[in-house]
């Protein structure tokens, strides 16, 4: 159990790490985004960069549920990417479908998963969130006829 306790904390490091770094890409972007466009006029734009900001986001956990697959494989719990991804996606999103399993010596790496999923979808949030109110704030700034950002 601490081999798979020790893994598990490992693989979590690197992902909160990764989705650091995402979170990084994601507000540097959208930062660049704002400072072309000092204000969004449509919302069509607000729309595309909140969309954006999403996929950025989605596109870390994605990445995240991968690298756990690939723990699952590297454990040999797993015959196929495939089916890998699939556990590791359910595991992440906290769904916990029980129709694939991992062996008893290893099932410690389930909760410790979605334990971390359940988080990054909670940075996800954070992220999300904070450019909605900031695009929020510039559309009242905008009806207002305040110039500020």
């Given at each position: 159990m ?5 893994a ?10 990764l989705q650091?770094?995402?979170?990084g ?23 595309c960069l909140?969309a954006?900001v ?16 690939l ?14 991804i ?6 992440f ?32 949030t954070?992220v ?11 559309k ?10």
């Amino acid at each position: 159990m601490l081999f798979n306790l020790l893994a598990g904390f490992a693989v979590m490091l690197l992902c909160l790490s990764l989705q650091a770094v995402f979170v990084g890409k994601c507000l540097r972007s959208y930062a660049a985004f704002k400072d072309a466009r000092p204000g969004i006029e449509t919302g069509w734009e607000a729309y595309c960069l909140l969309a954006l900001v999403m996929l950025v986001m989605q596109l870390g956990n994605l990445f995240q549920i991968t690298i756990w697959a690939l723990l699952f494989r590297l454990l040999g719990e797993f015959d196929n990417m495939k089916t890998a991804i699939y556990h590791s996606g359910v595991n992440f999103a906290g769904l916990g479908y029980g129709d694939i399993v991992m062996s008893e010596d290893r099932r410690m790496l389930g909760p410790l998963e979605a334990v971390h999923g359940v988080l990054m979808f909670g940075v996800s949030t954070a992220v999300l969130t904070a450019a909605v109110l900031d695009v929020l704030k510039q559309k009242v700034a905008a009806a207002k006829g305040d110039d500020r950002p």
